[in-house]
């Protein structure tokens, strides 16, 4: 969309998208994540795609708009891999060995607790919530400890391809 003074990004769908990244970002890696978290970075690109639009060939490339840019898309880049990083983490990896035993063991503590005769079911309803929680957030806080290696590949691919279309020759029909 263009807006007055040549600019090629539409400032309030940028700045909403960072916001709803970064928020989305903050509370969402609080614990596990979620495949919505991985839907809401679907639809935040969507966004940014629909109102940003890259340098047209032989076209002075706005650096701080594509720098903008890609720092916002990294953000939801970032929450569309946080899910299958997460799985990826807990299958393939030690950590998610380590995140399972962090379950067993929060959920024996409860157990091992004197809860005034609560026993049965109910306590085992809440020993395996327990472990749930603890591997959970252990998977949570792994995931959130590698999820800026995609965002920053993410970043530096959107920028460099936007810099790269812009160096190009102008079509036929850009003249």
Same mark, same amino acid.
């Given at each position: 969309?263009?807006?007055?003074?040549?600019?090629?990004?539409?400032?309030?769908a940028?700045?909403?998208?960072?916001?709803?990244?970064?928020?989305?970002?903050?509370?969402?890696?609080?614990?596990?994540?979620?495949?919505?978290?991985?839907?809401?970075?679907?639809?935040?690109?969507?966004?940014?795609?629909?109102?940003?639009?890259?340098?047209?060939?032989?076209?002075?490339?706005?650096?701080?708009?594509?720098?903008?840019?890609?720092? /916002?898309a990294?953000? &939801? =880049? @970032?929450l569309?891999?946080? !899910?299958?990083?997460?799985?990826? *983490?807990?299958? $393939? +990896?030690?950590?998610?060995?380590?995140?399972?035993?962090?379950?067993v063991?929060?959920?024996?503590?409860?157990?091992?607790?004197?809860l005034?005769?609560?026993?049965?079911? /109910?306590?085992?309803? &809440? =020993? @395996?919530?327990?472990?749930? !929680?603890?591997?959970?957030?252990? *998977?949570?806080? $792994? +995931?959130?400890?590698?999820?800026?290696?995609?965002?920053?590949?993410?970043?530096?691919?959107a920028?460099?391809?936007?810099?790269?279309?812009?160096?190009?020759?102008?079509?036929?029909?850009?003249?």
């Amino acid at each position: 969309m263009e807006q007055p003074g040549g600019s090629q990004v539409d400032r309030a769908a940028l700045l909403g998208a960072a916001l709803a990244a970064v928020v989305a970002l903050t509370f969402g890696g609080q614990g596990p994540w979620e495949w919505l978290a991985s839907i809401a970075g679907v639809v935040l690109l969507a966004v940014l795609a629909a109102y940003f639009h890259l340098p047209a060939p032989g076209e002075a490339p706005r650096r701080r708009q594509l720098v903008a840019v890609s720092g /916002v898309a990294a953000l &939801a =880049a @970032a929450l569309v891999v946080a !899910t299958p990083l997460q799985l990826f *983490l807990s299958e $393939a +990896t030690p950590t998610g060995d380590r995140c399972r035993a962090s379950g067993v063991v929060a959920a024996a503590a409860l157990r091992a607790q004197d809860l005034g005769g609560l026993s049965g079911p /109910v306590l085992d309803t &809440a =020993a @395996a919530e327990a472990g749930t !929680t603890a591997e959970g957030e252990c *998977l949570g806080a $792994a +995931t959130n400890r590698w999820l800026w290696v995609p965002a920053v590949g993410f970043a530096v691919v959107a920028f460099v391809v936007g810099m790269r279309r812009s160096a190009g020759r102008p079509a036929a029909d850009d003249v």
